[in-house]
T-cell receptor, first 114, second 115 residues
């Protein structure tokens, strides 16, 4: 158990809909990362937050947005969903978000878009 | 464009023998490399890392080798145990500085250790 929690575990929705994925980092960690893993693909970095502020942005679509709240939990919002958005979405956290930090991953949310 | 490649989707090894997992990268700016292990229904777990100033890092049964000229790294597990059966991801990052570290992952190799 990494200490990172993600809800829900599974989400099934239809094209065009909007969903919110939630992540609670490990106690004491200030930085949160979001990754997407599509079928047979490696994890693709989406975005990173540190203490409520966006720190780095990867291949995140404009239809996707994220935020980190004062209590340090984070939410990833996916809108106008397409079939290709079906994937595993992982959240990770680290102490400071710096280059020497180890990232601890949650168990993921499996999103299925029908 | 896949900057980090794991060309073997799967590998089977007998218990007690050595497992060698390989990873190639194309971005010469990468200067920090990591291996993660993933069991089904769990998130990836950090295993071992190496910075580009080294060519070898060891932690118990796990050793990572880095060949910068070939842009190649490998993970050796000796001896392999059935509990090592998992998907192994190679990852790399740029910029060993105070700024954020964005990881680029390979597609993973499923290791099966046979009893």
């Amino acid at each position: 158990d990494s200490g990172v929690t993600q809800t829900p575990k599974h989400l099934i929705t239809a094209t065009g809909q909007r969903v919110t994925l939630r992540c609670s980092p490990r106690s004491g960690d200030l930085s949160v990362y979001w990754y997407q893993q599509s079928l047979d693909q490696g994890l693709q970095f989406l975005i990173q937050y540190y203490n409520g502020e966006e720190r780095a942005k990867g291949n995140i679509l404009e239809r996707f947005s994220a935020q980190q709240f004062p209590d340090l939990h984070s939410e990833l919002n996916l809108s106008s969903l397409e079939l290709g958005d079906s994937a595993l979405y992982f959240c990770a956290s680290s102490e400071t978000g710096g280059p020497t930090d180890t990232q601890y991953f949650g168990p993921g949310t499996r999103l299925t878009v029908l | 464009d896949q900057q980090v490649k794991q060309n073997s989707p799967s590998l089977s090894v007998q218990e007690g023998r050595i497992s060698i997992l390989n990873c190639d990268y194309t971005n010469s700016m990468f200067d920090y490399f990591l291996w993660y292990k993933k069991y089904p229904a769990e998130g990836p777990t950090f295993l071992i890392s190496i910075s580009s100033i080294k060519d070898k890092n060891e932690d118990g049964r796990f050793t990572v080798f880095l060949n910068k000229s070939a842009k190649h790294l490998s993970l050796h597990i000796v001896p392999s145990q059935p509990g090592d059966s998992a998907v192994y991801f190679c990852a790399a990052s740029v910029g060993f500085s105070g700024s954020a570290r964005q990881l680029t992952f390979g597609s993973g190799t499923q290791l099966t250790v046979l009893p």
